[in-house]
């Protein structure tokens, strides 16, 4: 089984996160059966964007990256403090490991701006939101990333980078795709109507 960790910080965006759950779940029910999905926050409980509440499955404590393969982080709003957990050691140290290891890391949105952080993007390709006068993407190309303006979504090796949140359920197909095959990942597409 291969198994996702889905990284939330308070003010994620849910629809961000969603697309994870939902990809990685059908595929676990009606695709090839390989893939399992893990929620885990630095809180109890974490208060969405828009103010629904979520309770992680596992605290970033508990976390042993060996147990899983893949990273999975959904962006947020600043406004709703996406950044106090986002930014946080214990964050960006999940980050460096799935890095260290060589293991997925995928991306929607500002998601990237705490991969940035961490210096595991410093010298590669990224993207992030891309409106707003490309302010994220000023910020990602300060932690030393050479953004890529232009593209929905980008791969540098391991770690996949999306501009906004349109680019999610496609970010989440890519990284079922590169967990199972392109014919599993089209089979569950299909099956989800795409």
């Known amino acids: 089984m291969k198994k996702v960790l889905l990284l939330l910080s308070d003010g994620f965006e849910a629809v961000e996160a969603s697309v ?111 409106f707003v006068n490309s302010k994220r993407q000023k910020q990602l190309s300060e932690f030393g990333v050479n953004v890529i303006f232009n593209e929905p979504i980008v791969i540098d090796k391991n770690i996949i980078t999306s501009y906004n949140p349109s680019t999610a359920f496609n970010v989440a197909f890519k990284l079922l795709e590169m967990l199972t095959s392109k014919e599993n990942c089209n089979n569950v597409k299909k099956l989800m109507g795409f």
């Open 20 to 130: 994870f759950t939902d990809v990685i779940g059908w595929n676990k029910l009606e695709g090839d059966g390989t893939t399992d999905l893990v929620t885990v926050g630095r809180k109890e409980k974490l208060k969405c964007t828009w103010n629904f509440t979520v309770i992680p499955e596992m605290h970033i404590s508990e976390v042993n990256v060996d147990e899983f393969d893949a990273l999975a982080i959904p962006g947020g709003f600043e406004e709703a403090d996406f950044y106090e957990d986002a930014y946080s050691e214990d964050f960006l140290d999940i980050i460096r490991q799935f890095d260290k290891a060589e293991k997925i890391i995928a991306s929607v949105c500002v998601g990237a701006l705490p991969i940035g952080k961490s210096g595991v993007l410093s010298g590669r390709n990224a993207t992030t939101y891309n």
